[in-house]
């Protein structure tokens, strides 16, 4: 039998709801200070979080839900965008917490302490990230924090959990990741790694078929429930 010797957590929707109370809005007020007519309500925001990466979900937008033609600037536009985007994000971290998700925070702790090694996995930006975990749990347990464009591919491609792995030297079958969106999970089945989803109310109706379970949040699941799903999904 694999021994559970690492956990891999996603970051957004998985640790804390920061799509709904942090991205999109930061999104909108960006394309207001740009003087730009677009808004994203949590309606539209949903349909749009099939594409993962801030840059890439933009684009998306433009491309297929309004008929917008593309100024000559447009490969520094959407970056500009996006950065403009990403301070907003981080002033609103910094000015209202967005609190981790219930669990999140003892499974972390007790698994570090315990020796389980511990990384993160996300297509967002690294700063956004990692001003998520300094304004809540700190970024010290984890061992990698892989973000962005460090890969070439986002999520649903495997990169990203290939990366992590790789780096830590793992096999994935000691690795268990948490994920919230059918996106990731495509992302960290397709590394060959177990993962069990946490939804939230934009992921519910994704497909989970291939995940390892389905839970409504990570509250009151222990370490030691861990490793005996991580042995037998079934218990
Ligand atoms: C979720 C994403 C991100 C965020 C926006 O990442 O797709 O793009 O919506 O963040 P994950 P950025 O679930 O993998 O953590 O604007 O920084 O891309
Ligand atoms: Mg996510």
Redesign the pocket.
């Known amino acids: 039998m694999a021994e559970l010797k690492a956990i891999i957590f ?5 640790l804390a709801e ?2 709904k109370y942090g ?1 999109r809005i930061a999104f909108n007020q960006a394309f207001k200070q740009e003087n730009l007519s677009w808004e994203w309500d949590v309606n539209l925001y949903g349909k749009l ?1 099939k594409i ?6 933009i684009k998306y937008y433009l491309d297929e839900f309004i008929d917008f033609t593309y100024p000559h600037n447009l490969d520094q536009l959407i970056p500009h965008l ?1 950065s403009v ?2 301070q907003f ?1 981080q002033n609103l971290l910094l000015n209202a917490t967005i609190p981790l998700r219930p669990g999140v925070e003892n499974l972390i702790t007790e698994a570090h302490d315990k020796g389980i090694r511990l990384a993160i ?5 690294l700063a ?2 990692m001003a998520l975990l300094d304004n809540t749990m700190g970024s010290s347990y984890f061992e990698i924090i892989a973000a ?1 464009d460090i890969v070439e591919k ?2 649903p491609a495997p990169d990203i959990y290939n990366y992590v792995i790789e780096k830590m030297d793992l096999s994935p079958k000691n690795c268990l990741v948490i994920e ?2 059918e ?2 999970l495509k992302a960290a089945t397709s590394a060959g790694l177990k993962t069990i989803i946490t939804v939230n109310d934009y992921t519910k109706n994704d497909n989970f078929e291939e995940a390892f379970l389905v839970l409504n949040s990570l509250e009151n699941i222990s370490l030691e429930d861990l490793k005996k799903i991580f042995l037998n999904p079934k218990m």
């Open positions: 996603d970051v957004d929707g998985t920061t799509e991205h979080l993962a990466g801030g840059k890439e979900r996006h985007k990403n994000y996995a996300t297509t967002s930006a956004n990230a962005g986002k999520k919230d969106s996106q990731g």
